[in-house]
């Protein structure tokens, strides 16, 4: 069955950078547009970015913005997100999750399938 | 930002009962074009990602029960289970593609009484 599956939990140091991964199988990894959110421990969900798989496109939330980048390896069928400048505060869980149509307009679509997700804690 | 708030916070409803969340959100999220809101609804189990369960407002995604409908438009929603199962125990969420960014509400609690 269709499936997101994540690369395993991070530690990392303030100011340092984590990139994790998200390997989609069972289904045209080009087809569907991916998004990221992360959850901070016992908070909702936030989301992070998506990237258009298919032609590298991507659109990203602005409190973000400088500090992420989605990108994506089509001939391994995987998506990377990549935050830097960590901080505490951005230690949570970070999910990958892929649009639910084919057909939404670029980035505007609900998500059907998620990742587990991947910890990331930042700690000195 | 768009912003959405769920209401109640949390919630406790007895085995059979009916439960209903409502998520409002700060401006219209219907597109005219296409008569279609754009807002989703997710359900998250303790240690698990979300589950999608309803898009486009009212669209029940494939395999959830039909004990799960969802209604409203423009900039008030409701989740509604008609018949709370021991199962659904969990925190919905609320969930705008309108605008960017992407933005959830804070969650609702749905316990058993």
Known sequence: QVQLVQSGAEVKKPGASVKVSCKASEYTFTDYGMHWVRQAPGQSLEWMGWINTGNGNTKYSQRFQGRVTITRDTSASTAYMELSSLRSEDTAVYYCARDGSTSCYPGSCYMDVWGKGTTVTVSS | ?113
């Open chain 2, 1 to 113: 930002d768009i912003v959405l708030t769920q209401s109640p916070d949390s919630l406790a409803v007895s085995l059979g009962e009916r439960a209903t969340i409502n998520c409002k959100s700060s401006q219209t999220i219907l597109y005219s074009s296409n008569n279609k809101n754009y807002l989703a609804w997710y359900q998250q189990k303790p240690g698990q990602p979300p589950k999608l369960l309803i898009y486009w407002a009212s669209t029940r995604d494939s395999g959830v029960p039909d004990r799960f409908s969802g209604s409203g438009s423009e900039t008030d929603f409701t989740l509604t289970i008609s018949s709370l199962q021991a199962e659904d125990v969990a925190v919905y969420y609320c969930q705008q593609y309108y605008g960017t960014p992407r933005t959830f509400g804070q969650g609702t609690k749905v316990e058993i009484k």
